[in-house]
Nanobody
Framework: VQLQASGGGLVQPGGSLRLSCAASGNIFSINVMGWYRQAPGKQRELVALITGGNNTLYEDFVKGRFTISRDNAKNTVYLQMNSLKPEDTAVYYC?????????????????WGQGTLVTVSS
């Protein structure tokens, strides 16, 4: 499985961005897909995830602002980010796992995209 993340960029506080993660290869092995982020000097943290059954989970710091969705026809997962804050600045990574349960643990994800930089600044 290969994951290709895109959509990052520079945006002003309060603005919006949509990240995309296109999957290719043995995509039928994938169940849960997630978006993680890593800011300079900080650990990688989960932002949101979505299961094969379209159940979603959001971390508290993005609830009400970010939306994760999945287009199975395009083998793509999206992260719509609204009301962005400077503290959302980070490299965002998409990840995928064949595990049949929700997990926040990065090491449970077998596949990772290359990361896309999101910078929120005026």
């Amino acid at each position: 499985v290969q994951l290709q993340a895109s959509g990052g960029g520079l945006v002003q506080p309060g603005g919006s961005l949509r990240l995309s993660c296109a999957a290719s290869g043995n995509i039928f092995s994938i169940n849960v897909m997630g978006w993680y982020r890593q800011a300079p000097g900080k650990q990688r943290e989960l932002v949101a995830l979505i299961t094969g059954g379209n159940n979603t989970l959001y971390e508290d710091f993005v609830k009400g602002r970010f939306t994760i969705s999945r287009d199975n026809a395009k083998n793509t997962v999206y992260l719509q980010m609204n009301s962005l804050k400077p503290e959302d600045t980070a490299v965002y990574y998409c990840a995928a796992t064949p595990l049949g349960r929700i997990t926040r643990v990065p090491s449970h994800y077998d596949y990772w995209g290359q990361g896309t930089l999101v910078t929120v600044s005026s």
